[in-house]
Every structure is written in C-alpha cells, then in structure tokens.
C-alpha cells in the first residue's frame, strides 16, 4: 500500500455522516518522502470545492510561511487534515467524526514515517499532541512522542483574524527550519 492507493481508498470513504454535504474528498497533498508532516483541522469552502488542502486564503498565508523557510509542498512536505472531509459551515469536527476519519491520519503517518509534525490549530494539536494542549501557551515548542517530534503553531485562519500574533508564528517557523536542518536528511532548506 502506498499513498496513491490509500488516497484511492479513501476518495470513497463513507464512515461518517460528513461524506452526504462533501464536494470532494481532501486527502493531502505533498511528497511521499516528505521529513515534515502539516496537519491542519479539515477542509473549508475552497479546499471541499478543489480536493486539495488549504488553497483559499488561509493556504495562500500558510504558503507565504512555507516558502520564507524553504519548504514547499511541491517539493519538500506533505499537508493533511484531521479530518477529510468538509464539517458545514466550517465548525469544528464531532468527536465521532474525527474518530471515524482518523485511521486515513494514521495510515498517511504510517506511510510517510515523518521526522516532525507541525499541528496548524488547537484541533490539530490536542488531537495529535495532548487534549490539553494550548496552542497560545505552548506554540512553537517541540515534543518527543515515539521518536517523532510534534509541534505547533497556530492556525493561519486564526492569524487573518488576528494578524498582530504573525510574528510569534513567523518565530514558529524559524525554529522549525533550525529544527529541520538539526535532524533531517534529506530536507535542505
Ligand atoms: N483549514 C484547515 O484546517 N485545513 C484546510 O485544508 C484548509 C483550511
């Protein structure tokens, strides 16, 4: 099994209630080797009409951050969600929801076997990190789970909505390409 026959699989998924109002199915998107892993909440309007991840305007902000560092999700990273597919009018997902979605996040970490996972939000973080986790408080810190390293930083729709914490998330990043270039391989920033 690699990526393209798991996306295959999961471009029919029909184990939540979420598959009725989706357009389109959003995987993720990047390369197969990718040593970084961004893992947003889940698709909104823009992203649930292209089936790709973050394309609308808070993906265009999260790509100005990607390339000030380097990476790329053409060249160098993989972008993927909690959960796959659109929740209406953009809420949070339900519990029962992100439960049903989650073997698709662990079988794409399982393929891509990344070295560091940034958490884009605080759904991201306390489902991948800690269900405690503050996003404000503990932004930009990494922590060791399984000989991977979690982090994250806030979510670019929160920072279109508040764009004086742009530095603290410009900060992130920084400390994530020092991080990259510590303990990757074969991402050069
Ligand atoms: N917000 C997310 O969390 N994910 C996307 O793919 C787009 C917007």
């Known amino acids: 099994?690699?990526?393209?026959a798991l996306q295959q699989q999961c471009l029919d998924c029909r184990k939540c209630p979420l598959c009725e109002t989706r357009q389109h199915v959003v995987f993720g998107m990047g390369v197969p080797d990718a040593e970084v892993l961004f893992v947003g909440e889940g698709p909104g309007a823009s992203e649930d009409a292209e089936g790709l991840p973050f394309v609308g305007r808070s993906g265009k902000l999260l790509d100005s951050y990607l390339m000030a560092v380097g990476l790329d999700r053409q060249t160098n990273i993989y972008i993927a969600n909690i959960v796959k597919c659109r929740p209406p009018q953009n809420r949070d997902p339900l519990p029962e929801e992100t439960a049903a979605c989650k073997p698709w996040l662990r079988e794409q970490f399982r393929l891509l076997r990344p070295k560091i996972v940034v958490c884009l939000g605080r759904v991201a973080a306390q489902q991948m990190i800690d269900p405690g986790f503050s996003v404000t408080r503990e932004?930009?810190?990494?922590?060791?789970?399984?000989?991977?390293?979690?982090?994250a930083?806030?979510?670019?729709?929160?920072?279109?909505?508040?764009?004086?914490?742009k530095a603290q998330v410009f900060g992130d990043f920084l400390a994530l390409r020092d991080k990259i270039n510590e303990i990757c391989t074969h991402t050069t920033l």
């Open 153 to 165: 930083t806030l979510h670019p729709a929160a920072l279109l909505r508040a764009p004086a914490n």
């Open 139 to 151: 932004h930009g810190v990494f922590i060791e789970k399984g000989g991977v390293l979690f982090m």
């Open 1 to 4: 099994m690699d990526l393209e």
